[in-house]
């Protein structure tokens, strides 16, 4: 969704509420799946602004911008599967662990978010049934029905990082996140590595190993191989960016997808444990 779109969730195609999932159906023989956990900057009416500033909705803080159309467009691309949340962050962050202290946050970025600043336990668990559980479920149900079928997906997360961070320019124009399991994420660096120009970020600007994650309760548990796509926003913040963006990441995901060696399971050692431990 563009910086400028409504921050309005779609309406359902059925029921009172709107669905805050988005399913882009593809065939599960493609042996990926992609995801978009911070696709939409969209609050549901009735939650209304949450006490937040319209241009605080424009900002990283409400969702990644131009990952839902690097998402689509991959999609497209790959022929594959994607599912990508209609909902912002600043609701409920599906990318974090339901105990993270970040599933619902009242501060981001100097950003205070008043609506948030009172919930009760039971606030925060009516948000988890109502956005965070559907999406969930939806990426359960897409991994569990490749696998039934004999095809085990790699999983591809795609996200955005703002150009500058409290005030320091940020070298990279996109970045492989990755825990400990290599099979996929390496040759993406090595690929992207590959590019002429590109500055390339391997687990920057964020470290890939965080306990309860999409990728941590979704991929590892399995054993699926996967990699977090970060790329800087000011790249993508326009469609022509993103498609871009999305077609060179098909040339790379294809042939490694194709792989059955690499899509087949298999547990591999966790750094989100230790990390736990260190904190």
Known sequence: MPATASRRMDPAPAGPLPHPVEIIPGPLSSGVLILCDHASNAVPQDL???????????????????AA????????????PAILTRFSRLIIDPNRG??????????????????????TEADIQARIERFYDPYDAA????????????????????????????????????????????????PLLEGLS????????????????LAGDTVDRHATVRGLAN???EIRQDLIADRTGAAAWAERFARLIGPLAARPDLRKPSLQPTRTRDRLRRH
């Open 139 to 186: 990426v359960t149900a897409a991994i569990e029905a490749a696998m039934a079928a004999g095809h085990p997906p790699v999983i591809v997360t795609v996200h955005s990082f703002t150009p500058i961070w409290r005030g320091w320019p940020r070298p990279w124009h996109v970045g492989i996140l990755w825990d400990a399991d290599a099979r996929f994420a390496r």
């Open 194 to 209: 590959a590019e002429d120009g590109l500055v390339v970020g391997d687990n920057e600007p964020y470290d890939g190993a």
């Open 227 to 229: 990699a977090l796509i």
């Open 48 to 66: 209304g602004d949450l006490g937040v500033p319209e241009s605080e909705f424009k900002r990283h803080i409400a969702y990644d911008i131009g």
């Open 69 to 80: 159309d690097v998402t689509r467009c991959l999609a497209q691309r790959l022929g594959a």
């Open 98 to 119: 339901r105990d993270d202290p970040t599933l619902v946050m009242r501060l981001s970025d100097g950003a205070v978010v008043p609506g948030n600043a009172r919930l």
